[in-house]
């Protein structure tokens, strides 16, 4: 089990660790990196090379949080301590996206890499996560607003549609890490300097 856990983890890393959004602007002669927020994410990518690229990011993003969990749930239906090995796997892939070892660990923010770990996880869990999304970014005008809330809440939800221990328990630390990766952003909020996403140049 132990050195199933540890492949396991390490590729489910990797996988989170590749950077679509700095690919995708280096394929057109850009890094994202040096525009906008600096985001290597799906919201930054939109704002600097435009949305065919940032639908394209968010996607990507999406696909390797969830296909990494997928596939170990998938490959290993037997394995011991089975839900708790998925739920680290998806763990393994936010981590590798906040946390890049291709990038010096100078990563996203994670939020498209957990939305697609908690897909797998619960899929009700993350429509309702989406409408909570909706409705703060509509209402309030910052993306950021709608992911700390929906992130934040996607917890509570998972342990009301799925109730597995585990799962629910990794959802609260990737929760918790995606609140400390939007630090900033916080701070300007409570500040009132952060940028509506419908003005130019939004954080």
Known sequence: MTITLITAFLLSYLAGAIPF???FSRAVGKD??????????ATNVNR???KKLGIMTLLCDVAKGYLPVYLV????????NRQLLIAL??????LGHMFPVYLGFKGGKGVAT????FLYFSPLSILLALFVF???VVTSGFVSAGSLVASGLIPLFIWFFAGSTSTVLIALVIAALIWVKHSSNIKRLIQGEEKSWKKKGSA
């Open 21 to 23: 959004g700095l690919l």
């Open 48 to 50: 600097v090379l435009g």
């Open 89 to 94: 796997c998806g763990l393994a892939t936010v």
């Open 134 to 136: 909706i409705a703060v």
């Open 32 to 41: 994202v990196r040096e525009e906008g927020s600096g985001n290597i994410g």
């Open 114 to 117: 957990a939305l697609g770990v």
């Open 73 to 80: 749930a998938t490959m290993l239906p037997q394995a011991e």
